[in-house]
């Protein structure tokens, strides 16, 4: 099944949230392109990194925050190998954010300064809170967690509406019809990139998929580089990629050769060569630091 699509299996928690605390160092700074129903906020506390939303590229440095609205494909990357990246992710249940706002609404980054701070302040304490939880990044009951006190609990609910205010106060922006239009086109995007996911075992090229949506190579070529901020043979070397990595991880004993054309690659060479471009190691080299 294509990992495009992320479930909200968080929906009816009863604290409908989802927190993560990033490290990442390196090349290890990369989510490939998908989308979820929920509503995710991204604060970038140290380091930097590049987020695409919506085929509109942003480079983050510390204090820097993106919102990336339900249904919107997005994706981040590394700026240099060299970079590391640190930050706190929030996700609130589409369904929960409908139920006190409104369906009608989306949400983007406030323009001014005081207004940003306050998003900030709310995002950085729920990092905290989050860190005072531990690993677990699901919060529904608390005995599913013995760690999640009725304080802490509290904490969280209180947290949430304090979002929901600033949401309300300073983020919120009436649909129109230049966005449903923008519905729409996403809506073919995820199409296109549902099929990659899902047939890049096999041999796909750029004039194979635009031919099964019926667009003209260069069309094709074009509207994926503009929504997505990657070219269509560099999204499906990063499938492929990513797909050989999952299975040596799990299998280190794995033979490249199958590994490589099992996961789409015409020969193992070019499975090499487009390892070594993104990891600048082998494969080899790879498992052994692993």
């Known amino acids: 099944m294509p990992e495009l699509y992320e479930t909200e299996e968080f929906t009816r928690d009863q604290i409908p949230i989802r927190i993560f605390n990033h490290y990442f160092e390196g090349k290890d700074i990369f ?21 695409m939303v919506a085929g509109e590229l942003f480079e983050h440095q510390p204090g820097d925050v993106v919102i990336v609205n339900s249904g919107v494909l997005h994706s981040n990357h590394w700026i240099a190998p060299t970079d ?8 609130v249940s589409k369904a929960f954010l409908d139920q006190w706002l409104s369906s009608r609404l989306s949400f983007q980054v406030p323009d001014k300064a005081y207004e940003r701070e306050e998003l900030i302040a709310v995002l950085l304490k729920f990092g905290q809170l989050k860190s005072q939880l531990g690993d677990d990044t699901r919060y529904d009951e608390a005995d599913k967690n013995e760690a999640m006190t009725q304080l802490i609990q509290l904490q969280l609910m209180a947290t949430l509406f304090q979002l929901l205010s600033v949401l309300k106060a300073y983020c919120s922006v009436e649909k129109t019809i230049d966005h449903q239009r923008d519905i729409r086109s996403s809506e073919t995007l995820k199409e296109i990139v ?8 096999e041999t796909v090229s750029l004039a194979s998929v635009a031919a099964a949506f019926h667009y003209t190579p260069a069309y094709l070529s074009r509207i994926f580089k503009s929504r997505m901020g990657m070219k269509f043979h560099d999204y499906l070397q990063y499938k492929r990629l990513h797909s050989c990595i999952s299975v040596m991880r799990n299998h280190p004993d794995r033979q490249l050769a199958a590994l490589a054309l099992d996961n789409g690659f015409p020969n193992v060479k070019s499975f090499i060569e487009t390892f070594k471009k993104h990891f600048d190691c082998t494969p080899s080299e790879w498992l052994k630091k692993e």
């Open 194 to 201: 549902n099929y990659i996911d899902g047939h890049y075992q």
């Open 31 to 51: 989510t490939p392109a998908h989308w979820h129903q929920n509503v995710e906020f991204n604060l970038t506390t140290g380091g930097c990194i590049q987020h």
């Open 84 to 91: 590391y990246f640190e930050g706190v992710t929030v996700q």
